[in-house]
């Protein structure tokens, strides 16, 4: 799957199925300060993302 | 509208079967696009009413940078109009002119009152004080955060006075109110801690409200989104209060672990305000000996900015 950061920079992942979350602790980022788009729709950070998918992770705190 | 997809998670509302776009998790909810433009929505107007924000006849104005909170801001005020006898609205954007950030927010903001017919003053630091932002700061940067909070407070004031505003309204959340609570604390500030600037004490003060005080930056942000009003901006150059950043990260890490420590610490603040009896500013009001304004010492922050002592 691929993944876009904060800062509009991409990652691609190969794992299998795994909550939103999960992806969000390996690049270190707080589901607090973050909303997420599943290929192009938000969803709560718990749902899941697999194999084609596009997480788009939104950073909401300003200047942080 | 976007095809289904079978792993989604549904709304919590009942009788509701939509999917759900966040996860609200103090509460556990799940909401969905509508029920969630519901939830903000409710919210907003909640704070409004139990803390008589607003009163019938009121003119106000919206500190309105163009940015995230005051976009929900003046969509939310503007929205609730009609329910509200007598309330008219003007937005007020301050150009601080910061080269590369300043002009993409204004046209962002200018958009949106000439969208939703809201009538629209833009005030400049560069008319009011004489130069702009970048200039003023060379040679101290680093408190950049402080010295453009003091003259943009200075700017809303003088512009919501010309306008004729009774009250200015701030696009402050949850999570700021919070990390200031903390702030507050962490740096022994205690008449900042207990000093509400909605009580409006001297009455050539202008009182402020913060309507968005109860939603959080992400119910905020996903409003926006929702309503298809996000827009990418750029952000400001200058960093930030060091304090505040290193607050936020610690505050939203205990957010994540404890839902509901950012709500605690502002019923907490609430509590100490309560009963704290006014200390009223020591000797009654003053006014600064150089421009007039109402300040605590013989001269303002802003006229100490201006006249460059440090
Ligand atoms: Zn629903
Ligand atoms: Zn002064």
Redesign the interface.
């Known amino acids: 799957m691929q993944i876009i950061l904060p800062d509009r920079s991409t990652r691609q992942l190969d794992c299998g199925p795994l909550p939103i979350e999960e992806i969000l602790h390996r690049f270190g980022i ?6 997420v788009t ?11 993302a697999e194999e084609g998918d596009e997480i788009r992770i ?1 950073r ?5 | 509208m ?1 095809a289904p ?1 079978r ?3 549904l709304c919590s509302s009942t009788p509701c079967s939509e ?5 609200l ?1 103090d509460s556990g909810q ?1 909401l969905c ?1 509508t029920h969630c433009i519901q939830h903000v929505e409710n919210l907003f107007a909640r704070t409004v009413e139990g803390q008589r924000m607003i009163a019938p006849g009121d003119r106000i104005a919206v500190a309105f940078s163009g ?3 005051s976009t929900a801001l003046l969509l939310l005020l503007h929205a609730a109009l009609p329910t509200w006898p007598d309330v008219t609205l003007l937005a007020i954007t301050v150009d601080e002119g910061i080269a590369g950030y300043r002009d993409e927010t204004i046209h962002a903001a200018v958009d949106l009152t000439t969208r939703i017919g809201v009538e629209h003053h833009i005030v400049s630091f560069a008319s009011l004080f004489g130069g702009d932002l970048d200039a003023l700061l060379k040679g101290r940067e680093s408190r950049s955060c402080t010295v453009c909070g003091i003259l943009r407070r200075r700017a809303l004031t003088v512009a919501a006075r010309q306008a004729g505003a009774a009250k200015i309204a701030v696009g402050h959340n949850l ?1 700021d109110e919070a990390q200031s609570v903390l702030m507050n604390l962490l740096r022994g500030d205690f008449p900042h801690l207990v000093q509400d600037a909605a009580s409006g004490e001297p009455e050539c003060f202008i009182p402020r409200i913060k309507p968005l005080a109860g939603l959080s ?2 119910e ?3 409003y926006l ?2 309503t298809g009003n996000y827009r990418e901006l750029p ?2 150059p200058y960093t ?1 209060y060091a304090l ?2 290193e607050v ?2 610690m505050l ?2 205990l ?2 672990r404890h839902p509901g420590t950012m709500k605690n610490l502002i019923s907490s603040r609430d509590t100490i305000r309560k009963n704290t009896t006014r200390v009223s500013g020591q000797g009654g009001v003053q006014r600064c000996r150089e421009c007039g304004e109402v300040c605590s010492g013989e001269i303002c922050q802003v006229c100490r900015i201006l006249s460059r002592p440090e």
């Open positions: 707080n589901p607090v300060s973050i909303i599943r290929n192009g729709r938000l969803v709560p950070e718990t749902a899941c939104i909401v705190a300003h200047g942080g | 976007p997809d792993r989604d998670i999917p759900a776009v966040i996860w998790r799940y696009s940015g995230k909170d999570d930056e992400r905020i942000v996903t989104l929702l952000e400001c930030g505040r950043s936020r990260v939203a890490g957010e994540y």
